[in-house]
């Protein structure tokens, strides 16, 4: 059987993966993620060291990355790795390992693994939306992963959906994953917790309303918390309009969500599909996207990037 292998990028640390051909991981290696680009090489390097032994020498390796990522490899820039801007990854780690190096948005990775083996099998039109520390997203249409003209596709979490709100690391105002990500969550909550309004909430997180997560509000929605639950709901507004855009423009069969909130499907799964209903153009008139979450937990990015290079 031939394996594969592929790294996933993360701002915290990098995980390496070996993968048989349906996705299955045969073994895994992990290590920080440094500062700056000769330490990301030669940390990538030794990943792929410890990985070899598994697979066939030679096979071309993928890298996934956040951040802009031209179809050439060079990652442009990426909030999430301080210290790395115009790098020529392709190139400079497949000189270094004298084999073919592919390097994609560590996002387009996830939703090309969720859509081959995750929770997407078999469905030809699909949008996978990462609702982690910000919103990343891939796109397939038509039974062919999408990366746009330059590799840029994705990018959901930089719609503007109020260009008055609140300023986002981007530049601009008001993008989708300043409401609608792990962290737009804690945000909605934490709003909430100083206008008095969210006690029980308040008092999981030891009394202080600025120390707020968005864990707090799950369990206390869990235990029925109704304040808790009523930031939930308005959590799932911000998150089901943003698939209404993006329903809009691409018309998906089926939503993959992934990222950190998936933990919290159970929660959010109701709520969503009854928002995504209210603010839909014409709802009585079309079938609804399939809403899912990601089956693959936090392996998606790394092993979609094993087998988009073994697939190229
Ligand atoms: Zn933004």
Request: aromatic fraction near 4%.
């Given at each position: 059987?031939?394996?594969?292998?592929?790294?996933?990028?993360?701002?915290?640390?990098?995980?390496?993966?070996?993968?048989?051909?349906?996705?299955?991981l045969?073994?895994?290696a992990?290590?920080?993620?440094?500062?700056?680009?000769?330490?990301?090489?030669?940390?990538?390097?030794?990943?792929?060291?410890?990985?070899?032994?598994?697979?066939?020498?030679?096979i071309?390796?993928?890298?996934?990355?956040p951040?802009?990522i031209?179809?050439?490899?060079?990652?442009?820039?990426?909030?999430?790795?301080?210290?790395?801007?115009e790098?020529?990854?392709?190139?400079?780690?497949?000189?270094?390992l004298?084999?073919?190096?592919?390097?994609?948005?560590?996002?387009?990775?996830?939703?090309?693994?969720?859509?081959?083996?995750?929770?997407?099998?078999?469905?030809?039109?699909?949008?996978?939306?990462?609702?982690?520390t910000?919103?990343?997203?891939?796109?397939?249409?038509?039974?062919?992963?999408?990366?746009?003209?330059?590799?840029?596709?994705?990018?959901?979490?930089?719609?503007?959906?109020?260009?008055?709100?609140p300023?986002c690391p981007c530049?601009?105002?008001?993008?989708?994953?300043?409401?609608?990500?792990?962290?737009?969550?804690?945000?909605?909550?934490?709003?909430?917790?100083?206008?008095?309004?969210?006690?029980?909430?308040?008092?999981?997180?030891?009394g202080?309303?600025?120390?707020?997560?968005?864990?707090?509000v799950?369990?206390?929605?869990?235990?029925?918390?109704?304040?808790?639950?009523?930031?939930?709901?308005?959590?799932?507004?911000?998150?089901?309009?943003?698939?209404?855009?993006?329903?809009?423009?691409?018309?998906?069969?089926?939503?993959?969500?992934?990222?950190?909130?998936?933990?919290?499907?159970?929660?959010?799964?109701?709520?969503?599909?009854?928002?995504?209903?209210?603010?839909?153009?014409?709802?009585h008139?079309?079938?609804?996207p399939?809403?899912?979450?990601?089956?693959?937990?936090?392996?998606?990015?790394?092993i979609?990037?094993?087998?988009?290079?073994?697939?190229?």
């Amino acid at each position: 059987m031939t394996f594969a292998l592929g790294v996933d990028v993360g701002g915290t640390k990098c995980l390496g993966v070996v993968v048989d051909e349906d996705g299955t991981l045969v073994t895994e290696a992990r290590r920080p993620t440094p500062h700056g680009d000769d330490a990301l090489i030669d940390t990538l390097e030794e990943i792929v060291g410890d990985l070899s032994s598994s697979v066939e020498p030679g096979i071309a390796i993928g890298i996934g990355l956040p951040g802009l990522i031209t179809t050439s490899g060079v990652l442009r820039s990426s909030p999430n790795l301080p210290g790395v801007v115009e790098l020529d990854l392709a190139g400079r780690l497949g000189a270094r390992l004298d084999r073919v190096v592919r390097v994609t948005n560590d996002a387009t990775a996830a939703a090309f693994a969720e859509w081959r083996v995750g929770a997407g099998r078999g469905v030809d039109d699909l949008v996978m939306v990462t609702l982690g520390t910000g919103i990343g997203g891939g796109v397939v249409a038509g039974g062919r992963l999408v990366v746009g003209a330059n590799g840029f596709t994705g990018e959901f979490g930089h719609m503007v959906v109020d260009p008055n709100g609140p300023p986002c690391p981007c530049g601009r105002r008001g993008c989708w994953e300043r409401y609608a990500s792990g962290s737009g969550l804690a945000q909605l909550a934490r709003v909430e917790a100083v206008g008095r309004r969210l006690p029980n909430v308040v008092a999981m997180a030891g009394g202080d309303a600025a120390l707020v997560r968005g864990e707090h509000v799950q369990a206390a929605a869990r235990a029925g918390d109704a304040d808790a639950i009523a930031v939930v709901d308005k959590f799932a507004r911000w998150v089901a309009l943003g698939l209404v855009n993006l329903t809009n423009a691409l018309d998906p069969a089926m939503f993959v969500l992934g990222g950190g909130l998936a933990e919290g499907a159970d929660l959010y799964l109701g709520p969503i599909q009854r928002w995504f209903g209210e603010l839909l153009y014409a709802p009585h008139l079309r079938p609804h996207p399939r809403l899912a979450f990601a089956e693959l937990g936090a392996h998606a990015g790394a092993i979609g990037c094993a087998l988009l290079a073994a697939e190229r």
